[in-house]
């Protein structure tokens, strides 16, 4: 019997979920309460605790741009880079809980997150290569067709990946006391394990498709043939989504630290796992409404849609106090930014040609994670300490930075309008099993 989704073979297919689905969990393990601890624990300013996801993006960003991107179009490697990449950061978790260990005890907590910033960015410039990977090979072994009606289900397994390590994060951050889980190193050996494990199933179910005869010309069937660049308008479009995803990002260190404030909500960490799984509950929703709208209404009117989900969404979110409506409010905002990023990736590989995926996707990789790290050091972060300074409260200081957030995000998306005239939604009918073939 030989399952196949369109063009993928079922084993491609459990590949494909399975790592989507341990990307979100093993980064929710770590990511859920880094924030907290660093800024309830550990004692680091919000703009400290926020360039953590800065500098650590940043070193995302340019090695996938400089670095990675290349790599990958120069020795046609997709599925090696990802094993890399994993396999280095699951060993560079260890060591950077021993670092920070060692600080913590002998220096001083504040010094502690500085060396967990440093070693983040250490990190992140070579774990940043199975992002690349990531990008080349989805796009390298599905059709558009199929990008566009996989992507929603992807997507849905990554928010369930994300609710089971929010929760997972919760028990281990709180055993014995507040912040233990970081500073007992369960939490870093935990992604540890869960990073391996990625890497292994990456490496026995998915194919090298430039290496191993599966080429898929078919994945951009209007670029075979070009010279091997990238469209100018490529450029503007990544102009574009960096301010574009800099607004949307800002608000994700903001909403848990606000939630966390005794003037807010004072969450308790289950409170503050249950924030994160709402997020990732929406992602698993909206999930298949992803891959209907981008199948049958396309990648542009996608990222319209979600634009005006997440602005509707703000004003409530800011006004609310009650942490019910606050959890709802969230779960849209999380939900949307997701949705949106899908989007953007099915109209980022629309307009890069086969022959510079691996570039094409560094760039558009490395700008999307500088995007989150810039977020919260240039908008969120200095509009907090700045209003903090001038004498307004800390709730007060929170809401003005989802203004700037916001306003971020609005003027990104508006930049997006010359690319969605230069490349239109082309909605094609579908053939009826070109998704779900089962060839006995």
């Known amino acids: 019997m030989n399952l196949r989704f369109g063009e993928l073979h079922y084993k491609e297919i459990l590949g494909l979920s399975s790592f989507q689905f341990l990307i979100s969990f093993r980064r929710s393990v770590f990511f859920t309460f880094l924030s907290i601890y660093m800024y309830f624990e550990l004692g680091v300013s919000a703009t400290l605790t926020s360039s953590m996801f800065f500098w650590s993006m940043l070193a995302s960003s340019l090695s996938q741009t400089l670095v990675w991107g290349r790599v990958s179009d120069r020795f046609r490697i997709r599925r090696d880079l990802i094993v890399i990449g994993e396999v280095f950061a699951a060993f560079a978790h260890i060591l950077l809980f021993t670092a920070h260990k060692f600080t913590y005890e002998k220096i001083g907590p504040v010094e502690s997150g500085i060396v967990i910033i440093i070693g983040m960015t250490i990190t992140e410039f070579i774990w940043s290569s199975s992002n690349v990977g990531w990008s080349a090979l989805f796009a390298d072994l599905t059709t558009e067709k ?206 890069i040609p086969i022959e510079t995926r691996g570039k094409g996707f560094g760039y558009y990789n490395g700008l999307l994670f500088f995007s989150f790290g810039a977020g919260g050091l240039l908008i969120t972060g200095p509009i907090i300490d700045f209003t903090l300074g001038l004498g307004l409260s800390e709730k007060r200081a929170f809401q003005y930075a989802f203004i700037g957030a916001l306003i971020a995000t609005i003027l990104g998306f508006l930049m997006h309008f010359p690319v969605f005239s230069k490349y239109p939604d082309q909605i094609a009918e579908i053939p009826a099993n070109t998704f779900s073939e089962i060839d006995f």
């Open 146 to 351: 199929t990008r566009s009606k996989l992507i929603g289900v992807l997507s849905s397994l990554g928010g369930a990946g994300t609710i089971v390590g929010s929760f997972l994060a919760a028990y281990l951050y709180n055993r014995p006391g507040a912040g233990e889980g970081f500073r007992s190193g369960t939490i870093f050996y935990a992604t540890a394990i869960l990073i391996l494990v990625s890497a292994l199933l990456v490496r026995v179910l998915l194919p090298e498709p430039l290496k191993d005869g599966k080429k898929n010309i078919l994945g951009n069937e209007s670029s075979v043939g070009r010279e091997q660049k990238l469209p100018p308008m490529y450029y503007f479009f990544l102009m574009a989504s960096t301010i574009y995803f800099i607004g949307l990002y800002s608000f994700f260190i903001p909403v848990v630290l606000y939630a966390r404030l005794p003037s807010t909500f004072g969450a308790s960490e289950t409170q503050i796992a249950l924030l994160r799984s709402s997020g990732a509950l929406a992602t698993m929703a909206i999930g298949p409404v992803v891959s209907i709208i981008a199948s049958k209404f396309g990648a542009n009117k996608g990222v319209v849609l979600s634009t005006i989900f997440v602005t509707t969404s703000v004003p409530f979110l800011i006004q609310t106090s009650d942490f019910g409506i606050y959890l709802i409010f969230i779960m849209l905002l999380n939900g949307m930014t997701n949705a949106a990023s899908q989007f953007s990736y099915l109209i980022a590989a629309r307009i």
